[in-house]
């Protein structure tokens, strides 16, 4: 009796790290990363405090979505991304077009930084945007209108108003043609759109148009008579640009705040000669549907569990000899907000690459996640890659690769004998035989 | 060893005495070879010299470790990324094997060496038996006290020893030694046409395959000296049996060594011996001919083969030309076409040509690495033709084709050298023979006329003249006994009859040879001095020119010793701060079998500018590169000095590198006159990479010039790490920008120099707001 109450605690403590051992392993196990691709923290930097509430909307939406959404002025002298190397929020909303500098240690290579270390950032510019904004839009791949007065005018597929404006409040319906960044839901309504337009560079492969504007729309100063041709002009204005940088930070660059803003979520639209009034512009769908992407609750892969290993084998090889036939599985699995989904395509390739790629194969799906197939080994030696190189549009790009020596044979793995050698050896052996008896009949035969 | 060195057939105390006595010498000859190579251990440290060694350590490791089949179906995955290297197949592994042979034999003895101590006193070891190879080699040819005074020569000729000091783990450590064996066991055969000497000889010839290269030179050589006999009437059943068996055995053993495989049938290089074995049996037949008919007969036969063979002969030869015609390179390798046709390489085969050691060495590398033996040689060649013996003429026509050979490629100086010293050995033991003879000769005409019997002087291990001859005569009937079974022994008359009739002409002969005593005695201290400078300057050679880990590099400066260490430590940085999988571009050393595509991209990068580089680098999967850079510390052999053979190379493959844009008026420079492509290519960047911020001006002290581009910027590269003495920079390849720029249109400059939280308040109003 004396001993046991010294003794059972030993014993808890004892299965406690066993439990909390093998609970950790199965665990690992199961799935390397169970958890979401992005946290839920946002900054949200305004020039003024009124957008709060003027664009209580698209916050709201934000917030219904769990993000924890953390209002700033921009000149806030307390505002910082980051505490040393921890960063402090997951992504940064800059509802501040005018800001000519920001307050507290944020500065635009602090913003820079923040996205090249894998976080995301909406910007919305607007007609009196400060060099700042249009600096930060421009490192990240967008160049919007150098004429600081210049609006993006349409003259036909202006929005119907009760006055006759100067036509910058316009409608565009023009959305690029991806489900995986606007949803699947078709967006019925056009978006009402009043602000500054950019341009990207076509050359530019990571950026890319999410709302552009009608072949009608030019940008330039509507107050002014037009002396000279608009340097922006037709669909090659973008009004919504999205940019996925190398890393996978995403970033939202829009030439209009006011789009976010509730009158615009809640007027009704009617596109300039079209008959049907929509009671609700596309502005909330479209907005909230792309905050999605950009945040991360959608179009994000993950690879895990690269496995190769030999035709009828489990154990994954060192080294793999030429000619051998192998298995190559990796799991792909698709962040769908809530949970990790098996990701289903029938578009990824795996490559055998030294150099240049041996073998391309498209890997087959099942619906669990396992993409796999199966090939020969090329007839070279040499130190092989197994590549996969998923560049899709509105997914993480997966760049995985595998390093694997492809050996020559061993000195007895060739055939012992081959049948069209039998002539010589036939040969070399009655060479042998008939050497033997020459030998013999010339030293015996007298 | 003992046993053949001591002649001990006469019986007399005198040989007994000899033998011994060139037995001790023979020893002491062995402990000098071993320890004049042991400088670089005592002076640095016991480590393996350059980058082939450890090449060749880390092959014996894995030996050592794994046990040879594993060895031979290496396939090395971490060289010649990414085609990775069968180390079995393209390796000579007798190297290897000696030093793993070695290795496990002292560890069986319960002698607990690591293996590296084993690779470092290798060549040394190895360096001893070549002494002794060459005292066998050169008594066969003109007696033991030759014999000796070769071993002595050879034991410390600065050319071997630079390739086998403590340390040269290198092929050429044993090669050498294998080499000289498997001459003296062919001209032993032919001295004795035992079989059984055959046979030895097949198997060292085995040997020198699995160790070098350059055993063609034994497979060429050989079959010219056998040729050369029986062009002058020395056709003998000895020299039958010297030849055939090495021939067959030998090519059979040849094609056992995965790295020849084939060739040894295949490629030209052995094409020579195969013809001379042809030719011999045609000979054979047609002596064993003569031998069975009348002499009319044979006449009406000799027109008879004559016609017929002719024709088969153009027959022969035709297809043998159109077989070769056919091959790309005419069935040649580049280097040994390099050998034949000098300028061979530097016209076609830039990547042979740019091996420093490939080149034409100069004149003063002879003296450097010979020294006085080159004074002797010729004494040595006119010794061996008094008179000639088929052993001799074995060895005049090495050093022949020797000194040919060393003067296309700097390299093979290694296979002069043991030429050298041979002759040298003669012409020193013949012209001491000649001295001390005639002083004696003097000494006796004046005190006693009695004969030659009782001298016991010192020098007699030096036999004179006529003594020597009395003692190959003795030798030569001793040694041949075996040879009589094989009905040969019309040479044996011919010599027993010159000996029969010795000593009535021999006085007389002496009195002609005799020279006054007091030149004999100045030139016998002529030939002491001759030979003390010698080994001076064998002993500074090994000291101070040939003993530097090339690893750790030295100067002297007027403040002391300057050590430098770099390479050491790049390769400590690169094994503490890169991954195991990282790959590592380097055009530093270049190996002997390269892979032409790979190095000729990489070559390609660094004459390439910055970006078309990066893109280069980036599809091999490279991360870092490393450059060699001297102009600092004038280290001559650095990587700008080799850009050019670079870029020849490159040239070779991407015929858009044009070699001219990277000379201004034919020259080679970097200064301000250099050409923009000069000034645009990866190697100048990465060579030159801050180097102003040394001296401020950017003087280089290996090109003794200014740089022409000073201040510049990498965009794609990134100096991770540069050594104290900046011989070696490494380099890191960026990573793809994470985001693209746009068009930055406006503000440029405030974009890179504002960036601080300090925004400039000149940042530009809207005049419009």
């Known amino acids: 009796m004396s001993a046991s109450p010294s003794f059972s605690p030993l014993v808890l403590l004892l299965i406690t790290l066993i439990t909390l051992f093998s609970s950790a392993f199965f665990a690992a196990a199961a799935s390397p990363s169970l958890s979401p691709p992005r946290g839920k923290k946002i900054l949200v930097l305004l020039d003024d405090i009124a957008v709060k509430s003027s664009h209580s909307l698209y916050f709201s939406s934000l917030s219904s979505r769990g993000y924890d959404l953390d209002f700033k002025l921009s000149g806030d002298p307390s505002a910082s991304l980051r505490h040393y190397s921890h960063y402090l929020y997951d992504g940064l909303v800059l509802f501040c077009p005018s800001t000519e500098r920001f307050g507290g240690s944020i500065d635009q290579a602090a913003i820079l930084d923040f996205v090249d270390s894998g976080h995301d950032l909406i910007i919305a510019a607007d007609a009196n945007a400060s060099d700042l904004i249009k600096e930060i839009a421009t490192e990240c791949g967008v160049d919007f209108d150098e004429d600081p007065s210049a609006m993006v005018v349409d003259h036909l597929s202006y929005a119907v108003s009760e006055y006759e404006g100067d036509h910058t409040l316009i409608v565009a319906n023009d959305f690029i043609q991806a489900d995986i960044i606007l949803g699947n839901k078709k967006i019925e309504a056009p978006v009402l759109f009043q602000g500054i337009g950019h341009s990207i560079n076509p050359a530019n492969s990571l950026v890319f148009k999410v709302l552009s504007a009608s072949h009608a729309a030019y940008s330039a100063n509507p107050n002014a008579k037009l002396s000279a041709p608009p340097s922006l002009s037709g669909s090659a204005i973008s009004l919504v640009s999205v940019m996925q940088a190398r890393n996978n930070a995403r970033v939202l660059i829009s030439g209009s705040l006011s789009m976010f803003s509730n009158r615009f979520f809640r007027s009704s639209v009617q596109q300039y000669g079209a008959t049907i009034r929509h009671q609700k512009a596309g502005n909330e769908q479209f907005l909230t549907e792309i905050s999605k992407w950009i945040f991360h609750e959608r179009g994000h892969l993950q690879a895990m569990n690269v496995r190769h290993n030999k035709a009828g084998e489990v154990d994954e090889p060192p080294m793999y000899r030429i000619n051998d036939d192998l298995e190559y599985s990796v799991e792909i699995y698709e962040w769908s907000g809530t949970s990790w989904e098996p990701y289903v395509a029938n578009d990824v390739q795996v490559q055998f690459y030294m150099m240049s790629p041996y073998v391309l194969k498209t890997l087959s799906a099942d619906k669990k996640g396992v993409f796999s197939t199966s090939f020969k080994v090329p007839d070279v030696y040499g130190v092989f890659q197994f590549k996969v190189e998923y560049q899709k549009l509105g997914y993480t790009g997966l760049s995985l690769s595998k390093q694997i020596p492809v050996r020559p044979f061993r000195h007895n793995e060739y055939e012992r004998f081959i049948p069209t050698a039998y002539p010589y050896y036939g040969a070399a052996f009655s060479m042998m035989a008939g050497f033997f008896l020459f030998t013999f009949v010339h030293l015996y035969n007298k | ?769």
């Open chain 2, 1 to 769: 060893m003992m046993t053949s060195g001591s002649p001990a057939a006469g019986g007399s105390l005198r040989h007994a005495f000899g033998g011994v006595l060139s037995f001790f010498i023979l020893v002491l000859i062995g402990v000098l070879a071993f320890s004049i190579r042991l400088f670089s251990v005592i002076k640095y440290e016991s480590v393996i010299h350059e980058f082939d060694p450890y090449f060749n350590y880390r092959v014996t490791q894995f030996l050592t470790k794994k046990g040879i089949y594993d060895f031979w179906n290496w396939f090395d995955d971490r060289t010649w990324y990414p085609l990775g290297r069968v180390i079995g197949g393209t390796v000579y592994p007798g190297l290897t094997l000696t030093a793993g042979t070695m290795w496990w034999l002292a560890n069986s003895l319960n002698i607990p060496l690591s293996v590296e101590t084993v690779c470092v006193f290798t060549a040394p070891i190895f360096s001893a038996f070549a002494s002794w190879a060459a005292y066998l080699l050169t008594k066969e040819v003109k007696g033991p006290g030759a014999g000796l005074t070769a071993a002595a020569l050879l034991a410390m000729v600065p050319s071997y020893i630079s390739r086998s000091v403590a340390g040269s783990y290198d092929n050429e450590a044993v090669a050498i030694f294998a080499l000289v064996n498997t001459f003296y066991l062919y001209v032993k055969t032919l001295n004795t046409g035992s079989l059984f000497y055959a046979t030895l000889n097949a198997i060292s010839y085995f040997y020198m395959v699995c160790s070098w290269g350059g055993y063609t030179f034994i497979i060429n050589l050989i079959p010219m000296h056998v040729l050369l006999c029986i062009v002058t009437g020395r056709y003998s059943s000895r020299l039958y049996i010297a030849y055939a068996p090495l021939v067959v055995l030998g090519t059979l053993l040849a094609a056992l060594v995965p790295v020849v495989g084939f060739n040894a049938v295949m490629t030209s290089e052995h094409f020579a011996s195969f013809l001379v074995f042809i030719i011999l049996h045609v000979v054979a037949l047609v002596h064993y001919i003569k031998g069975i008919l009348s002499p009319r007969m044979f006449k009406v036969a000799v027109t008879l083969v004559l016609s017929v063979g002719i024709v088969l002969c153009f027959a022969a030869v035709a297809i043998l030309i159109a077989v070769v015609a056919a091959s790309p390179t005419k069935g040649w390798s580049g280097r040994s076409l390099s050998l034949l046709d000098p300028t061979y390489a530097s016209k076609y085969i830039p990547i042979i040509a740019s091996v420093s050691e490939h080149q034409p060495p100069t004149w003063p590398s002879y003296f450097m690495d010979i020294n006085v033996l080159a004074f002797l040689v010729p004494a040595g060649i006119i010794a061996c033709f008094l008179p000639l013996s088929d052993a001799s003429s074995f060895a005049v026509l090495y050093i022949v084709t020797s000194v040919y050979f060393s003067g296309v490629m700097v390299r093979l100086m290694l296979v002069l050298a043991p030429a050298a010293c041979i002759m040298s050995g003669i012409a020193l033991s013949e012209a001491f023979g000649a001295l001390t003879g005639s002083i004696k000769f003097q000494l006796l005409a004046s005190s006693d006329p009695q004969d030659n019997a009782g001298d016991a002087t010192p020098v007699s291990v030096l036999p004179e003249n006529g003594k020597a001859k009395i003692d190959k005569a003795e030798e030569t009937t001793k040694e041949r006994g075996p040879s009589k079974k094989n009905k040969k022994k019309e040479k044996d008359v011919v010599e027993k009859a010159s000996v029969s009739h010795r000593p009535e002409n021999r006085r007389a002969e002496k009195k002609l040879r005799a020279l006054p005593i007091e030149s004999s005695v100045m030139g016998i201290l002529l030939l002491v001095l001759l030979g003390a400078f010698y080994v001076i300057h064998c002993v500074w050679a090994a000291a101070e020119a040939y003993s530097a880990p090339s690893i750790v590099l030295t100067s002297r400066t007027h403040d002391g010793l300057h050590v430098f260490d770099d390479f050491r430590e790049a390769y400590a940085w690169l094994s503490h701060n890169t991954e195991v999988d990282d790959k590592v571009a380097s055009c530093y050393r270049r190996q002997q079998y390269l892979e032409q595509h790979t190095y000729c991209n990489c070559w390609y990068a660094m004459s390439s500018p910055e970006k078309a580089a990066w893109e280069i680098f980036n599809s091999l999967d490279v991360k870092y590169v490393f450059v060699i850079f001297g102009g600092l510390v004038g280290y001559p052999s650095d990587d700008i000095n080799k850009f050019l053979w670079m870029v020849r190379i490159g040239g070779g493959v991407f015929p858009h590198i044009k070699e001219p844009d990277y000379l201004r008026d034919g020259n080679y420079r970097i200064d301000s006159m250099a050409t923009p492509t000069m000034l645009n290519s990866l190697m100048y960047k990465l060579s030159y990479y801050r180097f102003v911020e040394t001296d401020g001006k950017g003087f280089d002290r290996v090109r003794r010039t200014e740089i022409g581009k000073k201040n510049f910027k990498l965009t794609h590269f990134e100096e991770v790490f540069t050594t104290h003495h900046w011989m070696v920079r490494i380099y890191k390849l960026k990573t793809p920008r994470n985001r693209i720029r746009g068009k930055a249109k406006k503000s440029k400059s405030k974009a890179t120099t504002s960036s601080g939280s300090t925004i400039s308040p000149k940042t530009k109003k809207n005049p419009w707001q």
